[in-house]
RNA sequence: GGGCUUGUAGCUCAGGGGAUAGAGCAACCGCCUUCUAAGCGGUUGGUCGCAGGUUCGAAUCCUGCCAAGCCCGCCA
């Protein structure tokens, strides 16, 4: 019932399937498999509403040309059912369909009655999916990489939500390994150096001010009471504070960000609990790992990747890949259906034998999906801003978000797909101008919000829709405003299926054209109590697929601008 | 050297076997006594990186080449 049009489409490829079958019982078409043909919505509006290529795909079987076997078929197709009304055979044998106008009329009392739930759907059915993203190490502070993929899997689970998923947003705390063991000795040094002593910066360290700060911090409430302690112990405490305090600072941005997880999950947590450990004696119990120069290696050549990996180092302690391994059995322990990973394109080598690995512990590969996103390059007047983690030099999340503000850059980070290689213009977020696609789509909902707020001062509220005469709205930008209202609950079931959340951010800002459009062209608060009814009943549905889209893309919903 | 991603209008990008390839920005011309001009209408602008192949039909699929970014560690 949500979806009007897919309804409507589902209708008319049912009279298809019925005037081909019907067709070949009157012996006038030959063919074995019915072949997977389309109906879409032409490009060109002349072409119809929906048109079809089955009789060019039937050339082959049928062995006679496509415009004969598209007027079989048309000859068959019952008109004045599923809101057919008449058909055309056009181009090189494109079957066109042209439908009672009023078809569209239903898609306004079902966004209406459905408010904040428009746009869903139950496509998921309930399934269990996971999305880990950002997932960044908790020694710094986040940066542009970081914030897209906040960005990204946010908005993907939440669409992944609206299509009927039961959806866990989940934060991977890399609390462990090497670059913990990195972060201690800078903590150390930093301590020792603001408390006066003259020791030198590891090479490899974490030069960022943010350490210092850190290191302040625990100074203010801890005084040198780590001075003389042990090393060993001093970095154990020292870490245990600085982690504390970079992850409170994440989770705060994270939050400011619009962005709210349901699981912190700590990679620490898989070494105390002996997970990593029992899972690589399941994988050496299978075949799967083989010493060599005293270190354990995983067979990922085995499952197509080009090389062994190895899971354990000489000295005894296990890999990030050891951990992960762990981390991923755990998930499909817990019971999710489909598990999705954003990853940063840097780390696209490690899919293949993450893959290998979840086949080799005994699980589906297919039902780890893992969306690569290629890194982003910061542009400010003009110029390429460069960025190193390791000078400390880079613009973070919260800079970002003290700049252009939290709604901008979200909609930025989402209104490219995944894999492309972005480019974040810092001005153009910035600006407060007609080029700044963000605000486009909020004054228009802006707009409207105006408009019954007006409306609303004269003592008119927006009728009930069943004593509305929907059909007064004739004209072409209104009926084009319906029907993009109507293409809502595809959007989102069909974005979140294939992981494509650039797909709203532009269904978004096409929906604001379509109004912004209609606006200028027929006027709501006319004389004519009928049709101004009508048109309220419209630009109310507008507000509603307007704001669900803004809300599902994680951008705030002015009502006035 | 091998792998992944990308190459479409001046710029940033959609489209990913079908009809005349789209949007935003930029440029140019119009539209505020009327519900918000952060808006609308119009014009200009394309050898879809190059070359082959498959197909009734290729920007889209295949092969080769060219260019850009990233990766190829007992880092993560």
Known sequence: MANIIDQVKQGIIAAINKAVEDSRAAGELEYQELPNFILEVPREKAHGDFATNIAMLLTKQAKKPPRQIAEFITARLVKGTNW??????????????????AWVYQILPVAREL?????????????????????????????????RGAALGDTIAALLGAAGFAVAREFYINDAGNQIENFGKSLEARYLQQLGMDVPFPEEGYHGQDIIETIKNIIAKDGDKYV?????????????FGLEEKLIAIRRVLESFGVKYDIWFSEQSLHESGAVEQTLSQLRDKGYIYEQE????????LFGDDKDEVVVRSNGTPTYFAADIAYHKDKFDRGFDWVINLWGADHHGHVDRMKGAIKAAGYDPDKLDVVLMQLVRLFKGGEIVRMSKRSGEFVTLEDLIEEVGKDAARYFFVMRSADSHLDFDMDLA???SADNPVYYIQYAHARICSILRQAEENGLKVPPVEGVKINLLKESAELELIRKIGDLPEEIASGAINLEPHRLARYAHELAGVFHSFYNSCRVMVEDAELRDARMVLVDATRIALRNSLLLLGLSTPERM
């Open 84 to 101: 057919i009304a008449r058909v055309e055979i056009a181009g090189p044998g494109f079957i066109n369909f042209y439908l009672d106008p």
């Open 115 to 147: 408010d904040e739930q428009y746009g869903q759907s139950n496509v998921g059915q309930g399934r269990k999916v996971q999305v880990e993203f950002v997932s960044a190490n908790p020694t710094g502070l986040l940066h542009m990489g970081n914030a």
């Open 228 to 240: 003389n302690m042990e090393t060993g112990l001093r970095r154990e405490m020292l870490i245990k």
């Open 294 to 301: 005293g270190a354990l290696w995983f067979k990922s050549s």
């Open 430 to 432: 910035k600006s407060q």
